[in-house]
């Protein structure tokens, strides 16, 4: 089955904790990003990548970090979450020619930051 | 710059009254892709429809309907005889064709609310 993973789907941490969500997907889709998700903003591109060793930042990049050694995964890292990235976070991927911009979305991860 | 309004953040409406999601957006470009998603209460997305700039023509697809009109940059979604199952959020999206980004840019979701 298609599909893109995300995990933990929810996590509770500490100010401060360095932690990774991972995301992988069984595509071969070139594409791929992250999006957080606040009331009221809609989602917002976090970073994405096209293609392996290839990442670039999105509107809201700041605290985040990513990497795309493998071109199935793509993991979010915060190295010092803060509690306003308490947040709905979605890993989504796509193929770059064809049918631009449909992308398909992972199931998302509910971080809280105290 | 690109951008998408969804003006109704919330709406309410009683079971099988037909209601209707407005989205207006904004861009520099003259070919572009719009979407709808509904994200349900479990918080996943789920794609409904992509629509290229080039192609004007309405869609209908069960009870679901888009409205695409170029003239007034919107892409309004119509759901008629609404159903509980229905409620949800939902996204309309930009996306730019031939981006490097091949970003998606989501307006701020309009809740909806059917009642039984």
Redo the contacts between chains.
């Keep these: 089955e298609a599909q893109v993973t995300q995990n933990p789907r929810y996590l509770i941490t500490v100010t401060g904790k360095k932690l990774t969500v991972t995301c992988s997907q069984n595509m071969n889709h070139e594409y791929m990003s992250w999006y957080r998700q606040d009331p009221g903003l809609g989602l917002r591109q976090i970073y994405y990548s096209m293609n392996v060793e290839v990442t670039d930042k999105g509107d809201v990049p700041e605290g985040y970090k990513v990497s795309r050694k493998e071109k199935r995964n793509f993991p979010l890292i915060l190295e010092s979450p803060s509690p306003n990235q308490t947040s709905l976070y979605f890993c989504a991927s796509s193929l770059l020619s064809g049918r631009a911009g449909e992308q398909y979305f992972g199931p998302g991860t509910r971080l809280t930051v105290t | 710059a690109q951008k998408?309004t969804?003006a109704q953040?919330e709406i309410s409406v009683v079971e099988k009254e037909d209601v209707t999601l407005d989205c207006v957006y904004e861009t520099r470009d003259t070919t572009y892709?719009l979407?709808w998603?509904k994200q349900p209460p479990s918080?996943?997305?789920v794609?409904l429809i992509?629509r290229n700039s080039f192609d004007e023509q309405n869609e209908i697809s069960g009870r679901y309907s888009w409205n695409f009109q170029k003239s007034t940059s919107s892409f309004n979604f119509t759901i008629t005889a609404s159903q509980v199952v229905d409620s949800a959020v939902y996204?309309c999206?930009l996306?730019?064709?031939?981006?490097?980004?091949?970003?998606?840019t989501?307006?701020?979701?309009t809740r909806l609310m059917v009642k039984p």
Aim: glycine residues 18%; charged residues 10%; aromatic residues 22%.
């Design positions: 998408v969804q953040t892709y979407f998603y918080g996943e997305l794609f992509r996204f999206a996306s730019r064709v031939n981006n490097a980004g091949n970003m998606l989501f307006g701020g979701g």
